[in-house]
Structure formats: C-alpha cells, structure tokens
C-alpha cells in the first residue's frame, strides 16, 4: 500500500460518477475500532469557505454510532473491481457480520482514521456541522413516501476535507 497526500482541488472528479455510480464507503473510528458502510448518496462541494462533503446516514446505521462519536470520518472510493465488497457493505450490518472478512477489504491507518489498501483515493473529513431532516422541511412530499415510508430521516453530516489521497499501486 503507498498513499502519497493529493491537493483534492487538483483531482478530476465528477461526483454524480464517483458517488451516485461508482459508490464509496464511509467509514469512522480507528483502524482497530471502525465501521463503514456503502454510500451512493451525498455531495462536494465548497461551503463556509471550505472544500467539504456531505454524507447522509440513517438513524438505525451502525456506522452513525461511530460517526457521531468521533471528530473524523472518511470516504474510500474503489475502482468497479471492488463494487461487491460494496454491496455488501451497504446491505449487511457491521453489528452482526465482519464486513471485512467477509470482503477482503483490508482496514489501514490514514492520518489515524480508517481507510483501505484497495482503495483508489480517500479523504479524511473533519465533521463540522449535522442535521437532522425533518419531514416538515421536503418541499416535495413525495421525497417522503418514496424513501421514508418508516420514517427513518436521514441525518446530514458536513465534513471538510481536510486531507486527500491517492493509491499509488
């Protein structure tokens, strides 16, 4: 594995590719103490003055647990060799399954954050802002029939990226 720090405002992304296509994984804790789900919803952007992402996590998440107790979170993008271990990852909970061994993903330390060898490029986020959806604030209600039929809200985290890297294999 040999991560090198990339300036993320030099790298070409296009966020509908990388994550409503390709998907990521976001992760929180340490590499000894982690979990990470699959993610194909959230955004870049620049916002307070900040190159930032917003990723959103419901209520039941195990991932929102750890998310919400650390200061840090991460998102791994993976070539579409890894979209399995992705599929996975989003539809079985790190509560009952070890979602690495049964991937083969494998957890590295990046600036004490988790991230993986295989994958392509991970940022490390400094969360700064979280908020709950409420029902009363869809200007379109049938957001709410189609995707919350038990409402279970999404909460929106904010990060800063504050770090960018990429895998040099």
């Not at 991560?3 to 994984?25: A, R, S």
């Not at 992760?27 to 982690?34: E, H, L, R, Y």
């Not at 989003?90 to 049964?102: A, L, P, T």
């Not at 189609?146 to 279970?152: C, G, H, L, T, V």
Request: with cysteine; net charge negative; hydrophobic share 35%.
């Amino acid at each position: 594995m040999s991560f090198t720090q990339t300036d993320i405002t030099k790298e070409n992304l296009n966020p509908f590719e990388t994550i409503g296509n390709k998907w990521f994984l976001v992760s929180a804790g340490t590499k000894d103490s982690f979990n990470s789900m699959t993610a194909s919803w959230g955004f870049m952007g620049v916002m307070w003055g900040k190159n930032c992402v917003i990723t959103t996590i419901r209520p039941q998440r195990y991932t929102k647990e750890f998310i919400d107790k650390n200061e840090y979170f991460t998102f791994s993008f993976f070539s579409d060799e890894y979209k399995d271990a992705l599929r996975f990852c989003g539809s079985h909970s790190g509560r009952d399954v070890d979602k690495m061994e049964c991937t083969g993903l494998t957890p590295v330390d990046i600036c004490g954050q988790v991230g993986f060898e295989q994958a392509e490029m991970v940022l490390v986020c400094k969360k700064l802002y979280v908020q709950e959806m409420k029902p009363q604030c869809f200007t379109d209600s049938s957001l709410i029939d189609k995707n919350y039929p038990q409402e279970d809200y999404h909460i929106a985290y904010y990060g800063e990226i504050v770090k960018a890297f990429v895998n040099n294999k």
